[in-house]
């Protein structure tokens, strides 16, 4: 039987319930491509009708998965690089290993400049970017003050290039059914669709050496 939130309380739990089928449908359907709002108050136990009092859109829904992503990633991050002092550029590579633990965020990366963040309205917009932004600072800090030769704005191309390629590269090892199958039948497309976080580490480590090299010209 569906009920109504009647307290703040009890509407924030109605959200969390909401966020939670969302992480769930995401994870079991896979990927957010295939999560929808009637699936997802169902799985919450709600009333289709009665989400908008916790979320406008599935795209504000998933906007805030991403935040908290955010925040995630930058908690892990600092934990992961947490007394390190003196890391060489390609010992900073270590944001892949916190990027891949978490699949979902991964999976957003690609779709919050794609339709989330332009799908909502502008003052939840500017709360995302707000928040993002923030933490993202916090990631930037800590790659710097682990590092023995990054600079701010090295590590802020380490943080960029993680980002797209996560993006990219999330999806491209997470293939659609028809697409694992076509790859099976043509190894060579298929070539591509290698594990996500030895080839991410890989790219990010040529990028943080590179980086020092090059300004170090």
Request: net charge negative.
């Amino acid at each position: 039987m569906h009920s109504r939130a009647r307290s703040p309380e009890a509407k924030v739990r109605r959200a969390e319930d909401l966020l939670d089928a969302a992480r769930a449908l995401a994870a079991a359907r896979g990927g957010v491509r295939h999560v929808t709002l009637a699936a997802v108050t169902e799985a919450a136990g709600l009333h289709p009708s009665a989400v908008r009092r916790y979320f406008d859109s599935k795209e504000e829904l998933l906007l805030e998965l991403a935040e908290r992503g955010w925040h995630q990633w930058r908690d892990s991050l600092t934990a992961h690089l947490a007394g390190a002092r003196g890391l060489t550029p390609a010992e900073s590579a270590a944001v892949a290993t916190t990027l891949a633990a978490q699949p979902l965020f991964c999976d957003l990366l690609t779709h919050v400049p794609l339709s989330l963040e332009g799908e909502v309205g502008i003052e939840r917009a500017r709360r995302y970017k707000t928040s993002s932004f923030a933490a993202y600072d916090g990631i930037v800090e800590a790659l710097t003050v682990s590092s023995g030769t990054l600079t701010t704005a090295q590590a802020q191309d380490l943080v960029a290039a993680a980002l797209g390629l996560t993006a990219h590269l999330w999806q491209v090892s997470h293939p659609t059914p028809t697409l694992a199958e076509l790859y099976a039948q043509n190894p060579r497309w298929g070539h591509v669709a290698l594990d996500f976080e030895p080839r991410l580490t890989r790219l990010l480590q040529a990028v943080a050496v590179g980086a020092t090299v090059m300004d170090g010209e």
